[in-house]
């Protein structure tokens, strides 16, 4: 596995910005529609702690749309997304100042079919190494048994002493050609 370079030729121009050029980076076209989305924004009023007093971690994929796939409004929950949707210290990190700051009861776990965290390993580690001349500290996360891997995380979550609402911890696995989630229990 080759590791793309960053800048590479892998993120095409895109037309239309306002920047006044013929092409513009993403970014540029991503700041044109915050432009257009702030001057039709109207505060909601709202805090930061979620009116469902619930946390849902998951994958990082874009197909992946999780306000609509769980019928979530702005506000209901705090999301928490990363490669594989694993539970990492960084993830222990976010559940714990979301419960204990911000009052959150509940976790979703979200795993998803198709992953790209099945198709690497740790070896993804060495490879950088290699390229930059220094290891990373954290570990790729990378999976094979998907099941198995929500019922890890779901373990993260339940014995971490940093989380005090550990009772209600569900985690589930999302079909990318169904929309449907499929529950995993613990064995």
Aim: hydrophobic share 40%.
């Amino acid at each position: 596995m080759s590791i793309p370079a960053s800048g590479s030729e892998e993120s095409p121009a895109v037309e239309g910005a306002s920047t006044g050029t013929a092409t513009a980076s993403v970014t540029d076209r991503l700041v044109a529609a915050n432009a257009s989305y702030a001057a039709e924004f109207t505060d909601p009023g709202m805090g930061a702690a979620p009116v469902l007093r619930v946390a849902v971690v998951a994958c990082m994929d874009a197909r992946l749309d999780l306000h609509k796939a769980l019928g979530l409004q702005l506000g209901d929950c705090h999301t928490i997304r990363n490669a594989g949707g694993v539970v990492t210290d960084d993830t222990i990190r976010s559940l714990a100042i979301s419960q204990r700051a911000l009052g959150t009861r509940s976790v979703v776990l979200i795993h998803h079919t198709n992953c790209g965290m099945q198709t690497i390993t740790e070896d993804f580690r060495t490879e950088l190494e290699r390229e930059v001349g220094q290891r990373p500290t954290w570990a790729v996360e990378a999976f094979t048994d998907i099941d198995q891997d929500v019922r890890q995380s779901m373990a993260r979550v339940r014995t971490s002493p940093f989380l005090a609402h550990t009772d209600d911890v569900r985690g589930f696995v999302f079909d990318v050609h169904t929309g449907l989630l499929r529950e995993i229990t613990s064995k």
